[in-house]
């Protein structure tokens, strides 16, 4: 990848700072409790939610990039791609976990990553309902934002998988059948995964390993840079890179990582 130069870097990172607080307000002032519920699934009984308020963070968001940054790109999962003339692409998610937010469960986000030359360089994660962010900085690093306070991440240094903390989530995706090809894994998963609230309990040194099934791109590129930079790593299913979206793991360590893609290969 090109190097961005620190000029660039500065810029693109106090305008993703300045979000949060941009996006809590319009949530708080003009949304919240004004939401409407479709179901976008093609599929006969399938169930894929969205509601106005997705549509409505995802528009404001364009709209403030457009200003900042007219030559970038855009990719949203609620409207078109907008190419970037800039090599600078924005990969939005407005609500992960639409689900969790139509019953009213904290743990929903806003998810926001920028690339350059297709690869993510910065990410940040929103949680309007627990008043606080998870961003990287300019220097490698990752941060949690609570209170204006920043506190650094780092992952667990634990490499034994028996007393690592394991959350994953296969419900609806993986059959009963394909679930007891990997029994020595689902045992190990005794801890709940909350969409991307689990990455960053990752970052934070509170889980090991995150399991998840058939992501978009916009849920996994802000969290490759979030994890990277606070020393885990993030693969598919497979070993390869997670930038394509599916399933994938992210864990804290190589040792760990290389022992949970071995108990899933039954099901690749």
Known sequence: MD????????KYYKFLNSLPKKLNNLYFRKLKGKFKLNNKSKKKN??????????????FLRKEIKKKFPKDGIVGEEFETK??????????????GTRSFIIDTPTWSNLISINYKNV????????????????????KTSYLV???????????????????????????????NEQKKI???TRLMRYPCSDALSYCQLCEGKLNVVIQCYNKIWDIHPMIPLIENAGGLITTWEGKD?????????????????KILKLLKPVV
């Open 183 to 185: 029994s020595k894994l």
């Open 83 to 96: 190419k970037s003339k800039s090599g600078f692409s924005w990969i939005i998610d407005p609500i992960d």
């Open 46 to 59: 399938g169930f894929d939610p969205v509601t106005n308020i997705d549509k409505a963070i995802e528009f």
């Open 3 to 10: 190097k961005i130069n620190k000029k660039d870097q500065l």
């Open 242 to 258: 997670p930038i394509v979206g599916g399933s994938v793991v992210a864990s804290s360590n190589k040792i760990i990582h290389k």
């Open 146 to 176: 609570e209170n204006n306070k920043f506190k650094k991440l780092k992952v667990l240094k634990t490499n034994v998988l028996n007393r690592s903390k394991v959350a994953g989530n296969f419900f609806g995706w993986l059959s009963l």
């Open 120 to 139: 993510p360089i910065f990410g940040l994660v929103n949680f309007p309902m627990l008043k606080k962010y998870y961003i990287t900085g300019t220097k």
